[in-house]
T-cell receptor, first 114, second 119 residues
Framework: DGGITQSPKYLFRKEGQNVTLSCEQN?????MYWYRQDPGQGLRLIYY???????QKGDIAEGYSVSREKKESFPLTVTSAQKNPTAFYLC?????????????FGPGTRLTVT | QQQVKQSPQSLIVQKGGIPIINCAYE??????FPWYQQFPGKGPALLIA?????SEKKEGRFTISFNKSAKQFSLHIMDSQPGDSATYFC??????????????????FGQGTILTVHP
């Protein structure tokens, strides 16, 4: 089964702690993305990566960090510097050279920070 | 700065009705306009997409109408069913170049519309 997996589905953390969200894909896609979804605000781009060992900031990168050591994996770390980290986080990927509008999304991780 | 504005925020129709969701954009560099459908607890999935040189695209019960001069586009769902109840996002794609000269698409999403279709 090809697809994108995100784990865990629900994550709870105390304020001040860093937390890492997992994203793995076996679609052989080159580009991967992280979005944050908040009610009434749509999806906002946090970081994206087109190739291994390279990534770019999106529109709301402050307080987040990523790595891309393998093509299949693009973990997101929510740091204590993120002012309002409670949200639904979505990972997506696209194939290089394919339709740029066709992003494949994982099932998401709901992060709650108290 | 919201580059793609979507309305309404929520919409309730009866089965068989034709819900219409509208989006407006400002950036004329956008070169594709997809719609995504998201069910609760799931990630969005591509529903249908249109290029700016086409005024209408239909796939099954879903139709995109596109007005380039007004910089607006809309999604119509014909003969809506309870199974269509979901959140719908419009989006716009801008094609950018990375440092290595490879093109990639950046999606800018609208705020989303929660559609409820009553039986």
């Amino acid at each position: 089964d090809g697809g994108i997996t995100q784990s865990p589905k629900y994550l709870f953390r105390k304020e001040g702690q860093n937390v890492t969200l997992s994203c793995e894909q076996n679609l052989n896609h080159d580009a991967m993305y992280w979005y944050r979804q908040d009610p009434g605000q749509g999806l906002r781009l946090i970081y994206y990566s087109q190739i291994v060992n390279d990534f770019q900031k999106g529109d709301i990168a402050e307080g987040y960090s990523v790595s891309r050591e393998k093509k299949e994996s693009f973990p997101l770390t929510v740091t204590s510097a993120q002012k309002n980290p409670t949200a639904f986080y979505l990972c997506a990927s696209t194939v290089a050279g394919g339709p740029t509008y066709e992003q494949y999304f994982g099932p998401g991780t709901r992060l709650t920070v108290t | 700065q919201q580059q793609v504005k979507q309305s309404p925020q929520s919409l309730i129709v009866q089965k068989g009705g034709i819900p219409i969701i509208n989006c407006a954009y400002e950036n004329t560099a956008f070169d594709y306009f997809p719609w995504y459908q998201q069910f609760p607890g799931k990630g969005p999935a591509l529903l249908i997409a249109i290029r700016p040189d086409v005024s209408e695209k239909k796939e099954g019960r879903f139709t995109i109408s596109f007005n380039k001069s007004a910089k607006q586009f809309s999604l119509h769902i014909m003969d809506s069913q309870p199974g269509d109840s979901a959140t719908y996002f419009c989006a716009a794609v801008s094609t950018l170049l990375n440092a290595g000269g490879t093109s990639y698409g950046k999606l800018t999403f609208g705020q989303g519309t929660i559609l409820t279709v009553h039986p």
